[in-house]
């Protein structure tokens, strides 16, 4: 198995509840989503992108309830967010500006047809669902933060949000077809809305 690049101790285990992998230290029992101090982050990226890229709802749609959608997002953080720290970045210094700078670079590429969101998350989310291609899983009315569903729910599958701007950052939002293990390419797009991040992952 390649090297994660992970302190002494440390381990990626993954979580049936949520479906996401996490650290876990094995001489403390300490678990949790984001990567420990002294972390070699591009051994992490590499492992990442080999062993947990893949999303985890099935092809055949096993899962997917009446009234339910799927999304993804794509996050960028910056100084100001909520939490400064993620997975890629356990200090994060850049500004909101920079943020919005690299999403609209990503948000290009994606609507060139270059790349996917998914694709894109895996490496460069600062969500820790970028281990599943920044897949939310699915979820209906009630069960996320209003202001996360009026976005979500407002795009057919297929479709991407222009940035969104969070307490967590700068994101895309792409909602996925309900029986398709990745998303179709970007077709329209929504206007700049606000939202509170849904997830405290975030």
Same mark, same amino acid.
């Given at each position: 198995?390649?090297?994660?690049?992970?302190?002494?101790?440390?381990?990626?285990?993954?979580?049936?509840?949520?479906?996401?992998?996490?650290?876990?230290n094995t001489e403390t029992k300490e678990s949790r989503w984001e990567y420990?101090?002294?972390?070699?982050?591009?051994?992490?990226?590499?492992?990442?992108?080999?062993?947990? &890229?893949?999303?985890?709802?099935?092809?055949? +749609?096993?899962?997917? =309830? *009446?009234?339910?959608?799927? #999304?993804?997002? @794509?996050?960028?953080?910056?100084?100001?967010?909520?939490?400064?720290?993620?997975?890629?970045?356990?200090?994060?210094?850049?500004?909101?500006?920079?943020?919005i700078s690299i999403l609209e670079r990503y948000e290009e590429r994606i609507?060139?047809?270059?790349?996917?969101?998914?694709?894109?998350?895996?490496?460069?989310?600062?969500?820790?669902?970028?281990?599943?291609? &920044?897949?939310?899983?699915?979820?209906?009315? +009630?069960?996320?933060? =209003? *202001?996360?569903?009026?976005? #979500?729910?407002? @795009?057919?599958?297929?479709?991407?949000?222009?940035?969104?701007?969070?307490?967590?950052?700068?994101?895309?939002?792409?909602?996925?077809?309900?029986?398709?293990?990745?998303?179709?390419?970007?077709?329209?797009?929504?206007?700049?809305?606000?939202?509170?991040?849904?997830?405290?992952?975030?």
């Open positions: 198995m390649s090297d994660p690049g992970l302190p002494a101790g440390w381990e990626v285990r993954h979580s049936n509840s949520k479906n996401l992998p996490y650290f876990f420990p101090n002294g972390t070699d982050t591009e051994k992490l990226k590499t492992y990442m992108d080999q062993h947990h &890229g893949a999303a985890a709802v099935r092809p055949d +749609g096993r899962g997917a =309830k *009446e009234g339910k959608i799927r #999304a993804a997002h @794509l996050l960028v953080k910056h100084k100001n967010s909520r939490k400064p720290s993620s997975w890629r970045d356990a200090d994060i210094t850049r500004t909101k500006k920079e943020a609507r060139s047809g270059e790349v996917t969101l998914g694709d894109l998350a895996v490496t460069e989310s600062d969500c820790s669902s970028a281990r599943k291609k &920044g897949d939310l899983g699915f979820f209906g009315p +009630g069960e996320m933060q =209003k *202001e996360f569903e009026d976005v #979500a729910f407002a @795009l057919k599958p297929g479709e991407i949000s222009h940035i969104v701007d969070t307490a967590s950052g700068e994101h895309l939002i792409q909602r996925y077809d309900e029986l398709l293990t990745s998303p179709s390419r970007p077709t329209l797009s929504i206007s700049r809305q606000f939202f509170i991040c849904s997830s405290d992952r975030c």
